[in-house]
């Protein structure tokens, strides 16, 4: 079973085109690796999947719903939720009020039962944060739920915004480099956590540079250079294919 | 905390018991003009100290407020209550309307847009005279009364104070539910909010309705405490002078609003019969800047450490004892 599929999705910024024609599909329960060069337009693939960037042309399918003109807050609420290469926390909100953020739409309480306070509001909240405790717990944050995440390490960081990303109960996650600037044992916690997700049935997609990584968790990698696929496979397949070894190394 | 509710519960009688202590007309019209700021400026605190929005047209719903409340009760007869009441309904209404802008736009070019708003209510004020009376002014805007009774400036300031209270803690409980940190989210990072499943159009027309309600409201209490509208409160200079109240206040803090609605309202009369009556409005404007550049979080929060502090060494004592 496909869970995403891509026809002919195109994203040009002015003259330059970071997605060219890419028709792919992602496979439902499996953890599927984009890697390729800098620039090949991996990040640029999550942005316009999740709606941050408009597409230029062609169709996005999740689940066979077409959502290619949905606005990003409709399809995270459909259950496809993401990180940032370049990390992006509330800042201003506590460790689980971020986590929280993205809980808001498994609320039911208007306005009105928020100004009265009533019973449903307040087991609402209950349900929430004990939700948001638990996701907390899973990436090893449990213990720092009520501090600010302004000054925490990297690797923390990087946890909190997957917690967060879980919150939102998705079918389909989007981790964009998730181990870059980490230290080893950090990386080993997100890679651990990652197959957790596996079995409990989320399917991933990861974009990644560190090979080991990739080796370790992935099913499925495509290879993207200036913006369209020029491999795919099993890991063990891709790193003997010449024309990827071609892509890394340069024309020799 | 039993201690917290006590204190300020005393706080409260207080400032309650003021007009009784004070009932020097003048003194208490300006009272009253001063908690109307503080509701105004508390709706400014919301929609940018949390939401992450500008407005600098604020004057405008204030006067859609004022003007909406004063005709529905003067020319059509409706009890004082019910002209409030559409008043507000209308600023909610244009809130909306303002909001739309800001789905693109942001920061510099958000305010322009807010500024041409204002302008385009007072444009609508000097020439719609069949309605606002225009540059002429609106007469006899009917006072405070139930029934036959008319209220004084006290009961005015008491209701004032409470319809302030009231809104304070509508506020506090939207600031600690799903919406709230929707806001702040929001204002620290609309692409997130976004991925986080939440739809940031619909804030900010919630923020802007939010703003322009309590505008609205303050417009049309002002129109029946005053009795009498014209052109000149509803202009951009009012409009900055609503944001500095925010500003000078605190943007994120609860009581900004209160703390600049009422503190910029009073001192430039302090000045003004302080001996300054030839420079009050320059010398207001300089503590205003001085206030910005050296305390950007605004007194409020500053206030509330001064108070903690007070309140601590109190019950440290007491520990001793
Ligand atoms: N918002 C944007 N505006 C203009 N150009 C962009 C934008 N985002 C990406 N690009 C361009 O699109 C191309 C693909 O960029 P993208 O960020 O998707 O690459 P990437 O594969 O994620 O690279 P890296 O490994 O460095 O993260 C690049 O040429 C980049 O300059
Ligand atoms: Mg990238």
Redesign the pocket.
């Known amino acids: 079973m496909d869970i995403l599929k891509t026809k002919n999705m195109t994203k040009s910024?002015g003259g330059?085109v970071?997605n060219k024609d890419l028709s792919l599909t992602i496979e439902e329960g499996k953890i599927t690796a984009f890697i390729?060069p800098?620039?090949?337009?991996?990040?640029?693939f999550i942005n316009v999947v999740t709606g941050v960037?408009p597409i230029t042309s062609g169709e996005i399918f999740f689940q066979d719903k077409e959502i290619s003109k949905y606005e990003s807050n409709q399809i995270s609420r459909l259950g496809i939720a993401r990180t940032f290469?370049k990390i992006r926390l509330f800042d201003n909100l506590s460790v689980i009020e971020n986590v929280l953020v993205a809980r808001k739409s498994f609320y039911k309480s208007g306005p009105i039962s928020v100004v009265f306070n009533t019973k449903k509001f307040r087991e609402e909240e209950r349900q929430n944060k004990e939700k948001a405790l638990e996701l907390l717990d899973l990436v090893g944050l449990k213990d720092k739920a009520y501090e600010s995440p302004k000054g925490m390490a990297y690797g923390l960081r990087r946890c909190l915004e997957i917690a967060r990303a879980l919150a939102l109960e998705p079918k389909l996650l989007f981790l964009d480099?998730p181990a870059a600037g980490m230290t080893r044992d950090e990386f080993k916690v997100i890679m651990d956590l990652m197959l957790v997700l596996r079995e409990r049935g989320i399917t991933t997609v990861l974009?990644e540079?560190t090979m080991d990584f990739i080796k370790a968790v992935a099913d499925w990698v495509y290879v993207?250079n200036f913006g369209e696929i020029i491999a795919k496979g099993p890991f063990d397949e891709i790193e003997k294919d010449p024309v990827v070894l071609k892509a890394y190394l340069g024309e020799e | 905390m039993k201690k917290k509710i006590i204190f300020g519960l005393i706080g409260l009688a207080v400032i309650f018991l003021f007009p009784i202590i004070d009932n020097n007309t003048y003194h208490l019209y300006l009272l009253n003009r001063a908690l109307i700021h503080a509701i105004l400026a508390t709706g400014l605190v919301f929609l940018t100290g949390f939401a992450g929005q500008i407005s600098l047209g604020q004057a405008g719903f204030y006067a859609i407020g004022a003007y909406s409340s004063a005709y529905f009760s003067t020319r059509l007869g409706l009890p004082i209550f019910l002209g409030i009441i559409i008043g507000i309904g209308i600023s909610v209404l244009a809130g909306f309307l303002l909001s739309i802008p800001s789905f693109k736009l942001k920061a510099f070019f958000l305010s322009l847009v807010t500024i041409a708003f204002g302008q385009i209510i007072n444009m609508l004020v000097v020439n719609l005279q069949p309605i606002t009376g225009g540059p002429y002014g609106f007469f006899g805007i009917p006072f405070y009364h139930v029934g036959d009774y008319m209220l004084s400036f006290e009961n005015v300031f008491w209701l004032l104070g409470v319809i302030l209270l009231f809104t304070l803690y509508i506020m506090y409980k939207i600031k600690h539910s799903h919406y709230g940190r929707a806001m702040l989210a929001m204002n620290s990072d609309d692409v997130a909010t976004e991925t986080c499943g939440i739809s940031t159009k619909k804030l900010k027309i919630a923020a802007f309705g939010f703003s322009a309600g309590l505008a609205g409201l303050a417009g049309a209490l002002y129109a029946h405490l005053a009795g009498f509208l014209s052109p000149e409160p509803f202009t951009f200079f009012e409009s900055s002078n609503f944001v500095a109240m925010a500003v000078v206040g605190g943007l994120r803090d609860m009581l900004g609003g209160v703390v600049g609605g009422i503190g910029l309202t009073l001192l430039p009369e302090f000045l003004r019969f302080g001996g300054w009556e030839n420079y009050y409005l320059m010398v207001t404007s300089i503590i205003v800047i001085v206030i910005i550049i050296f305390m950007p979080k605004g007194l409020a929060p500053l206030l509330g450490n001064m108070f903690k502090k007070i309140f601590r060494v109190k019950s440290s004592n007491t520990k001793t004892l």
Do not use: D
Request: aromatic share 6%; proline share 0%.
């Open positions: 910024f330059v970071a390729g800098n620039g090949s337009g991996k990040t640029t960037h290469q480099e974009v540079h993207l």
